[in-house]
C-alpha cells in the first residue's frame, strides 16, 4: 500500500495530477484509512504511469478515442479486455501513419489526381478511408473545401475529391485554419501553386513540409510508447 507523495515518487507523477486522474474515475477505487488518508496500491501504479503516457500522447481525436478505451480497462483490471484493447490501439496509430503518409505524398505533390479510374465513394466510404466522419465531411463541403452536392441528394465522391480529402485532414491535423485551408485548396484550383505554398508557409517559415515532418514524428512517438505501456503491463502483471 502506498501513500499519494510514495506513489507519486514512484510515478514521477505531481500529486495533484494523480488526484485529478482520480477525480476523473481514471483509477479503481482508491481506499482511504479512518484518517481520510488515501492507501494506493500497484494497480494504481500502472493505472497512473498509463495516464501519464497516454496524455503525453495525445494527437489527434482518432487514437483519443481508442487511448481512453485503454485507460477503461486497466481501470476495470481485466488482462483480456486490456490486451484487446492494447491491440486496437496500435492499429489505430498504425492506420493513422499510413493515412498521414498518404496525404503526405499527395499533399506535396502539389497536385491532385485528375486522372478519372472510374471509382466512386459515399460519404460513409470516403470517412472510412481518410479517416474523419461523415459529419466532418459535410463541414467540408459547407465551408467550401470540397464541392457541395446538391441537397437531399445521396452525396458520390470521386478519386480526385478523396485525395483532396486526405489532404485537408492532414493539414488540419497539422494546426492550418479552415481559411489558410480554403485559400491553399483555390491557388490549387486555380493552377496557382506558387502562391498556394505561401498560404502554407507561416512567418517564421515553417511551411507544410516541416509540419508534416513533425506530425509524422509525433505519431511514430506514441506507437512506441504503445510498445512501453506493453511492457508495463506485463511487469505488472496484468498481461501474462
Not at 5 to 29: A, D, M, P, Q, W
Not at 41 to 60: A, G, K, P, Y
Not at 211 to 234: C, F, M, T
Request: glycine residues 6%; hydrophobic residues 35%.
Amino acid at each position: 500500500m502506498y501513500k499519494i507523495g510514495e506513489i507519486s515518487r514512484l510515478t514521477n507523477v505531481k500529486e495533484g495530477t494523480i488526484r485529478f486522474y482520480e477525480k476523473c474515475g481514471f483509477l479503481e477505487e482508491v481506499k482511504r484509512l479512518s484518517n481520510g488518508y488515501r492507501t494506493y496500491n500497484d494497480h494504481h501504479v500502472f493505472q497512473v504511469q498509463l495516464c501519464d503516457i497516454v496524455f503525453d500522447s495525445f494527437v489527434n481525436s482518432r487514437i483519443r478515442k481508442s487511448s481512453m478505451m485503454l485507460i477503461n480497462t486497466a481501470k476495470d483490471w481485466d488482462g483480456g479486455s486490456f490486451s484487446d484493447a492494447l491491440s486496437e490501439y496500435k492499429a489505430a496509430i498504425k492506420t493513422d501513419i499510413r493515412r498521414t503518409k498518404k496525404a503526405i505524398d499527395i499533399a506535396l505533390k502539389w497536385n491532385f489526381d485528375k486522372t478519372d479510374d472510374g471509382k466512386i465513394y459515399t460519404k460513409k466510404q470516403a470517412a472510412e478511408l481518410v479517416g474523419t466522419t461523415p459529419e466532418a465531411i459535410r463541414n467540408w463541403e459547407r465551408n467550401g473545401l470540397i464541392p457541395q452536392s446538391e441537397a437531399y441528394k445521396k452525396r458520390y465522391y470521386p478519386g480526385d475529391v478523396l485525395e483532396r480529402m486526405y489532404v485537408i485532414r492532414l493539414l488540419l491535423d497539422t494546426g492550418y485554419s479552415i481559411m489558410a485551408i480554403l485559400k491553399f485548396l483555390r491557388f490549387m484550383d486555380e493552377g496557382k501553386k506558387k502562391e498556394a505554398g505561401k498560404e502554407l508557409t507561416d512567418p517564421e517559415g515553417e511551411d507544410l513540409q516541416s509540419r508534416a515532418d513533425y506530425y509524422l514524428k509525433a505519431l511514430n512517438k506514441v506507437l512506441k510508447d504503445s510498445g512501453k505501456i506493453k511492457n508495463l503491463a506485463s511487469t505488472h502483471h496484468l498481461l501474462i
